[in-house]
């Protein structure tokens, strides 16, 4: 994983979300097969990690620079 927007495969945190609520709308809209469900709960899983991702790098940069402003 990297930081730098563009450099992997990796949506972006609003991309991943996105896709995220669209696999939740489609598991609770029902009228998928087992085999559907199961292929849409594992991609949200994926995307829900994805997302904690971005989240946990954006809180990280946010503490260092808060941190940074302290020592000042």
Same mark, same amino acid.
Request: charged content about 40%; some cysteine; aromatic content about 4%.
């Given at each position: 994983?990297?930081?730098?927007?563009?450099?992997?495969?990796?949506?972006?945190?609003?991309?991943?979300?996105?896709?995220?609520?669209?696999?939740?709308?489609?598991?609770?809209?029902?009228?998928?097969?087992?085999?559907?469900?199961?292929?849409?709960?594992?991609? @949200?899983?994926?995307?829900?990690?994805?997302?904690?991702?971005?989240?946990? @790098?954006?809180?990280?940069?946010?503490?260092?620079?808060?941190?940074?402003?302290?020592?000042?």
């Amino acid at each position: 994983m990297t930081d730098d927007a563009g450099t992997d495969d990796r949506p972006s945190y609003e991309e991943a979300r996105e896709e995220l609520v669209e696999v939740v709308r489609r598991l609770e809209a029902g009228g998928t097969t087992l085999e559907e469900s199961l292929a849409l709960w594992e991609r @949200g899983e994926a995307l829900a990690t994805i997302c904690q991702e971005w989240l946990d @790098g954006a809180r990280a940069r946010l503490d260092a620079v808060l941190e940074a402003d302290d020592e000042e």
